[in-house]
């Protein structure tokens, strides 16, 4: 839901949280991309709830029609991202990748694969993929928006920022594209921004539960915690709403902890 990173534990705790679930490693949750922070609106997957209930449900039947006929895109991309919400990242990518090479006239497919590439922590050629999904006469806003974030783990986030505002002028105040540039300001460190753009996330219509997370987190990395308790409370059911704030609570005493070390060791080389 992004950089060189250099503390790849706590950007995971990070990302968890952001993305309302258990300590995973934040893709854009469970995955191996232990830097990231909580994607949002990847590529018109559709709503949370209709993702959440399809995987359990309908991953057998996916790969039963993909197996029937592996060059059906519409059959790959199903399974792909029914894949990707399971957490079986690498598999995913292997699935859209094969779908890519064989419909080689179709983009969807080599979106789905950049999609899954970035989420399996393949963050260069995921940005090299997504650059040939779409074209500069008919850019796609989602696509735009991921390749942001792929740039943001990569380190490079004021290229990542010119991405988002391409991807904006398409879609004018599109909440997941807001939410993936405040969590772009989360990595540089630039928290005042992040929040000032995640909570005009927040409030367009259609924003979903994960960008009220990702301001929740943001608040609580800035010392409000009653408010983000409050924010993360609101969306969540009670077991997992506890479990988040846990957790947020634990970050910000580790936070605190660090800067309390910091302060001795300016003391002790005065």
């Known amino acids: 839901m992004p950089q060189p990173i250099r503390h790849p534990d706590r950007l995971a705790r990070l990302r968890a949280l952001a993305a309302g679930c258990a300590i995973v490693a934040l893709g854009l949750c469970g995955c191996q991309t232990a830097s990231a922070l909580d994607i949002t609106g990847s590529l018109g997957e559709g709503t949370e709830s209709s993702r959440a209930a399809d995987t359990p449900r309908?991953?057998?039947?996916?790969?039963?029609?993909?197996r029937a006929n592996p060059k059906d895109a519409d059959a790959a991309l199903a399974y792909g991202r029914a894949l990707?919400?399971?957490?079986?990242?690498?598999?995913?990518?292997?699935v859209l990748e094969q779908a890519s090479i064989a419909n080689s006239?179709?983009?969807?497919?080599l979106a789905g694969y950049g999609r899954a590439l970035a989420d399996n922590g393949n963050f260069q050629q995921a940005f090299d993929v997504l650059g040939r999904a779409h074209s500069p006469d008919n850019p796609d806003w989602r696509i735009l928006s991921v390749q942001g974030t792929a740039l943001d783990q990569l380190g490079r986030h004021e290229e990542a920022r010119q991405y988002y505002s391409s991807?904006?002028?398409?879609?004018?105040?599109?909440p997941s594209v807001l939410s993936n540039l405040g969590l772009s300001y989360v990595l540089s460190k630039e928290l005042p921004q992040a929040e000032e753009v995640l909570r005009r996330a927040s409030a367009r219509a259609g924003a979903d539960s994960r960008v009220r997370q990702n301001l929740a987190l943001v608040i609580g990395l800035q010392g409000s915690l009653s408010e983000a308790e409050t924010i993360v409370k609101a969306d969540l059911p009670a077991e997992q709403a506890?479990?988040?704030v846990t957790q947020l609570r634990q970050l910000l005493?580790?936070?605190q902890d660090a800067r309390a070390d910091m302060d001795k060791?300016?003391?002790r080389s005065d």
């Open 58 to 66: 309908k991953l057998d039947a996916y790969r039963d029609r993909f």
């Open 84 to 94: 990707r919400t399971s957490g079986q990242r690498s598999q995913a990518v292997a």
């Open 105 to 109: 006239g179709n983009r969807a497919p």
């Open 167 to 174: 991807a904006l002028k398409i879609a004018p105040d599109e």
């Open 242 to 244: 506890a479990a988040n």
């Open 253 to 255: 005493s580790r936070k």
């Open 265 to 267: 060791g300016r003391k």
